[in-house]
């Protein structure tokens, strides 16, 4: 996987890089400064996977820069990231077509998965932007008991492991790839608390979500 990410601060980019690397070396991490750099990088090389852009770098303006490299490589899934924003601006980055909003205090486990997850085809948004009303990769979230949200996605995916179906079945019912049903499972059991899929239907159970 070839990630493209645009940060003005050095020592985020950096660190960014060497620990996506450290954790995941079959992703490797090109970065530059500001817009206009990723604006060059995405005119000169032809196979970002992803494209990752800081909210407030120089010559973002707002959600302008989101457009412009849309507009420049409208294939490939970009994701807006930032250290601080609210949920409305979220909301407008997903109305423009960025596919997730990552905060800067995810850990780089959660990172490394969350990219895995829009180059597959999905949207990631942490599950505090849901509750305040964001978007989600299915049109909504829901809360069910316990004070879990669950994007609609995962809440098709948590249907299926409730009637006992492997990964592979889940996916070909869904149309998605194996690898995505085991991102969605891995966000599951951590909004459930849950050490593995096992324990997550048993919570699923105990907390009335079954029915």
């Given at each position: 996987m070839n990630v493209l990410l645009a940060d003005d601060h050095d020592l985020v980019r950096e660190s960014l890089k060497?620990?996506?690397?450290?954790?995941?070396?079959?992703?490797?991490?090109s970065h530059c400064r500001d817009l206009d750099q990723a604006l060059a990088a995405v005119?000169?090389?032809?196979?970002?996977?992803?494209?990752?852009?800081?909210?407030?770098?120089?010559g973002m303006r707002?959600?302008?820069?989101?457009k412009k490299i849309r507009d420049a490589r409208p294939g490939t899934p970009v994701v807006i990231m930032s250290g601080t924003a609210d949920p409305q601006t979220?909301?407008?980055?997903?109305?423009?077509?960025?596919?997730?909003?990552?905060?800067?205090?995810?850990?780089g486990n959660v990172l490394v998965s969350a990219l895995?997850?829009?180059?597959?085809?999905?949207t990631f948004i942490?599950?505090?932007?849901?509750?305040?009303?964001?978007?989600?990769?299915?049109?909504?979230?829901?809360?069910?008991?316990?004070?879990?949200?669950?994007?609609r996605r995962e809440q098709d995916v948590l249907r299926h492991l409730l009637q006992g179906r492997a990964n592979k079945e889940i996916a070909a019912e869904l149309g998605l790839e194996e690898?995505?049903?085991?991102?969605?499972?891995r966000g599951i059991c951590r909004k459930l608390g849950?050490?593995?899929?096992?324990?997550?239907?048993?919570?699923?159970h105990q907390r009335g979500l079954a029915a």
């Open positions: 060497a620990y996506i690397e450290r954790l995941a070396p079959d992703i490797v991490v005119a000169e090389h032809q196979a970002f996977d992803v494209i990752v852009l800081d909210l407030r770098m120089p707002g959600l302008e820069g989101l979220v909301r407008d980055a997903l109305a423009q077509g960025a596919r997730g909003y990552f905060p800067k205090t995810m850990t895995r997850l829009v180059v597959a085809g999905e942490p599950s505090v932007y849901l509750q305040s009303g964001g978007a989600s990769d299915g049109g909504g979230a829901a809360a069910p008991p316990g004070g879990a949200v669950f994007t690898v995505t049903i085991k991102l969605h499972v849950a050490r593995n899929r096992t324990e997550a239907v048993a919570i699923a």
